[in-house]
């Protein structure tokens, strides 16, 4: 039988079809299910990073005070400039992690 000759009936171009069909969306669902198990791992990993870093900064504020009394600048002045300074990054929407050292007089 020549190659040409060949026909192909109805039902199995159908078979082939379908099969195409299912082995393509069981491929899609499959990519979607590990891209989902990847994000939750990142979300959870990023979750321990800030936990981390949050427990960080608060050793590193608690080792480190704020040393103003040498330099001459009150300590109402500080809180002032602390404030001053949180606010205007609360206004703009962005998280800072910063830590006043030190203030001095230009």
């Given at each position: 039988?020549?190659l040409?000759?060949?026909?192909?009936?109805?039902?199995?171009?159908?078979?082939?079809?379908v099969?195409?069909?299912?082995?393509?969306?069981?491929?899609?669902?499959?990519?979607?299910?590990?891209?989902?198990?990847?994000?939750?791992?990142?979300?959870?990993?990023?979750?321990?990073?800030?936990k981390?870093?949050?427990?960080?900064q608060?050793r590193?504020?608690?080792?480190?005070?704020?040393?103003?009394?040498?330099?001459?600048?009150?300590?109402?002045?500080v809180a002032?400039?602390?404030?001053?300074?949180?606010?205007?990054?609360?206004?703009?929407?962005?998280?800072?992690?910063?830590?006043?050292?030190?203030?001095?007089k230009?």
């Amino acid at each position: 039988m020549n190659l040409l000759e060949r026909t192909i009936n109805i039902g199995e171009g159908a078979f082939y079809s379908v099969f195409g069909f299912v082995f393509v969306f069981l491929g899609i669902a499959l990519l979607i299910l590990i891209f989902m198990l990847l994000g939750m791992v990142m979300k959870r990993i990023n979750e321990r990073g800030e936990k981390k870093r949050k427990a960080a900064q608060e050793r590193a504020v608690a080792a480190s005070p704020v040393t103003t009394a040498e330099e001459g600048v009150p300590p109402e002045v500080v809180a002032a400039i602390t404030a001053a300074i949180a606010a205007y990054y609360e206004g703009e929407q962005v998280r800072c992690d910063f830590v006043v050292r030190r203030i001095k007089k230009i």
